[in-house]
């Protein structure tokens, strides 16, 4: 019998896997990964210097390990060269794979909008354990850090390199943090606890150009012409699902690789799920609805054809200089916020028509109204 | 009372808080904790969370 394979080893993939082995533990299944196969969680790359954790600490298992554990072969460095939905087929770069049921578990690209300058080589973004493993070399012995993005990624890691000693300049053209999750409110809350650590704002303009200033210096141009020097610079502007595997195997994508609710895509026996799934519409780049996802196909891998559902999903910004938790609203919905502030402690609820709620943000004690709160809200996929 | 961390998502578990509004009551200890619960913040098991401190 042909193998499950499962293309990507972070946490979609990982979590397919640990779920399909507590139902089936004699199918094979092989895992291919274009990076080294250590098991690490994602979330954690922008907690690892509050959690004092190096890259080799965020490590939890070796692709060995995780070889042993699971009853699966891990194959790294493998970089898959396209696959043939047809002949049901994975091609690689000198063989090829038959498998009976595919998983494309790819993940996210960091998106980096273009910036001139010719330091642009040195400008850092980190996306999995190895980048954060460079990233970390980098900044030994260095002070200063300029984050481009103030969103989820952003304020993390201002927050994260704050705690970690460094002095942070954060640039966020929309002139607030998390400017697409919080009202205002909320917002500033967020900025002034991360001001409080330390952490300068450059809001409104873009930034341009990276380039080598004096010594190791680098100089962040930006559009206003103002300019930021720093040891190190942190692209964090957003992810964009890995498409590009799918759409020239001819599988039918949009934002994400389309799935139905079984996480099927349009191909015959493959399956997606995680930050490169769009599932019936949805790309929500969590780990909530990735487990949730992980749990429901494990159960169709293993032959009981089941379609995921996401309730409420909350996401939890680990900003501890200010806590978030925001459930936005969906895509589109109508509605009014209703906010209540004390100084850093906001309850955001975005109320629909007739007084139904319909998300909400909530910062500094206020998340502790979230599971209150969640009882309350319509899930985002029955 | 122990705490005990997600090491997934980085939620903390407190036993003497226990989870309230999840009918999980203040000083209720991990091993009490119902083995079917999932973290609210990502939703991984009781597997992938270790005890960090005593």
Partial sequence: MNPVVIIGTGLAGFNTVK???KL??????????ADDGRNYSKPMLSAGFTKEKTADDLCMATPEKVAEQFNVEVRTGIHVAGIDTAAKRVLL???HLDYSKLVL???ADTWTPPLEGDAVGKVFSVNDLMDYAKFRAALEGKKTVTILGGGLIGCEFANDLSNGGFEVTLVEPMGRCLPLLLPEAASEAVGQGLADLGVKFCFGPLAKAVQHGEGDALVTELSDGSEITSDVVLSAIGLRPRISMAQEAGLETNRGIITDKTLRTSAEDVYALGDCAEVEGHVL?????LMASARALAKTL???????????MPVTIKTPACPVVVCPAAHGAEGEWEIEAEGSNVQALFRGKDGNLLGYALTGDAVKEKMKLNKELPAVMP | MKKWECVVCGFIYDEAEGLPEEGIAAGTAWDDVPEDWVCPDCGVGKEDF???EI
């Fill in chain 1, 19 to 21: 779920e399909f082995r």
């Fill in chain 1, 24 to 33: 089936d533990k004699e199918t094979p299944v092989v895992m291919l990964t």
């Fill in chain 1, 93 to 95: 770069p000198d063989a």
């Fill in chain 1, 105 to 107: 578990a790819l993940g």
């Fill in chain 1, 285 to 289: 780049p969590y780990v909530l609805p």
């Fill in chain 1, 302 to 312: 293993a032959g009981e054809t089941t379609e995921v559902s996401y309730g409420v």
């Fill in chain 2, 50 to 52: 270790e005890m960090v």
